[in-house]
């Protein structure tokens, strides 16, 4: 049976792509897009000629039949999004699903992905974590903040700079504005950092800024996490 490769891409810094992707992408039949004018520009970049067709949110109900019957043609095939790991808040997951269903092989090539990256730089609690990927933005909101005040575990959000700093308000309200949080913002990119602190502080530096531009990733603390103070402990462990 034919290889359907779920292929992560840069979230940012172009250098971060393998060159096991770049091989992977040159060497099958056709390359499913989330969007073929921004990863025509990936491509390029690194010499790949794979000719390629759109798969995105709006048409994946359907077009996934497309890609299918090329697997059952005897063509490998691979599947991009605009940045990370395709199926994390993005078009994959019926993709995958019927490329499994319809009896093919289905291998990740691993790479760049905000999620953990964001994990890792907030220098919160990564033992156990939550992703819920974006909030809805009306319908179904509260419930689903009333659901994450309810997790003892990290929990991983994606955010619109254009909605940061209602996100933090709310989550003040529902988590408490004592829960030490980290906004990561513009993850592998030239103007990446880390805001971190208490909610409260954080919304605080974010509010003084004239604009708030970015890919952003917040990430909370679990509710019984106490953040302990340098001050005070053995040096060798420090």
């Known amino acids: 049976m034919s290889i359907l490769y779920v292929v992560a891409t840069p979230?940012?810094?172009l250098s971060d792509i393998s060159s096991r992707a770049i091989e992977t992408l040159s060497s099958v039949s056709v390359i499913a897009c989330e969007d073929t004018r921004t990863s025509s520009k990936?491509?390029?970049h690194f010499g790949v000629q794979t000719p390629t067709s759109s798969l995105h949110q709006h048409n994946e109900h359907h077009k996934y039949s497309y890609f299918i019957d090329q697997l059952d043609g005897g063509n490998n095939v691979a599947m991009i999004t605009d940045?990370?790991?395709p199926g994390i808040s993005d078009p994959g997951f019926l993709m995958i699903r019927a490329a499994h269903q319809s009896g093919?092989?289905?291998r990740v090539i691993p790479g760049p992905d905000a999620v953990t990256s964001a994990l890792v730089s907030s220098g919160l609690p990564s033992d156990s974590y939550y992703f819920h990927g974006f909030l809805p933005h009306k319908k179904g909101r509260q419930k689903q903040w009333e659901f994450l005040s309810t997790l003892d575990c990290t929990i991983i959000i994606y955010e619109?700079?254009?909605r940061l700093l209602k996100c933090l308000k709310e989550s003040g309200q529902y988590l408490g504005e004592e829960?030490?949080?980290a906004v990561c913002r513009e993850l592998t990119k030239a103007f990446e950092e880390t805001v971190r602190g208490t909610i409260l502080d954080v919304r605080s530096v974010f509010e003084q800024r004239p604009s708030i531009k970015?890919?952003?990733c917040i990430v909370f603390a679990p509710k019984s996490y106490q953040e302990t103070s340098l001050q005070g402990q053995d040096?060798?462990?420090v």
């Open 214 to 216: 970015g890919e952003i």
């Open 179 to 181: 829960r030490m949080v």
């Open 160 to 162: 619109s700079p254009h």
């Open 11 to 13: 979230i940012g810094n």
């Open 104 to 106: 093919h092989q289905v």
């Open 235 to 237: 040096n060798e462990h």
């Open 42 to 44: 990936l491509l390029k």
């Open 83 to 85: 940045a990370g790991m």
